[in-house]
């Protein structure tokens, strides 16, 4: 099973930023898709963004123009970079490759992660 390590998580004021890390311990990010997906209380685990394995990107609608994924080959990492964030974005995230292509339908990401890590929490507050 993959081991992904998300990192980047903090407390932020509505209307900050924060950048998500994403390291996957053996997966090469160049080769494969890798989504990155969050967790409120009481709520189902939603996808947010994804970055196929030749860079092309899809956000859900609620965080579009937002939130931007990208990747460091080099580095073997994934970014979420999170602007303009409200007080809905509060969750732990995650980052993991989607049981299928990166797909957006009706502004949802449509395919779940295959593997999960411990997350991150962000959490926005006044």
């Known amino acids: 099973q993959l081991q992904l390590a998300e990192s980047g998580g903090g407390l932020v004021q509505p209307g900050g930023s924060l950048t998500l890390s994403c390291v996957p311990a053996?997966?090469?990010?160049?080769?494969?898709?890798i989504g990155w997906f969050r967790q409120a209380p009481g709520k189902e685990r939603e996808g947010v963004a994804c970055i196929s394995s030749i860079g092309n990107t899809y956000y859900a609608g609620v965080v579009k123009g937002r939130f931007t994924i990208s990747r460091d080959n080099a580095k073997n990492t994934v970014y979420l970079q999170m602007n303009s964030l409200k007080l809905e974005d509060t969750a732990v995230y995650y980052c993991a490759p989607p049981l299928g292509p990166c797909m957006v339908e009706n502004d949802n990401l449509v395919n779940d992660g295959a593997y999960w890590g411990q997350g991150t929490q962000v959490t926005v507050s006044s």
């Open positions: 053996d997966l090469t990010v160049g080769a494969y898709a």
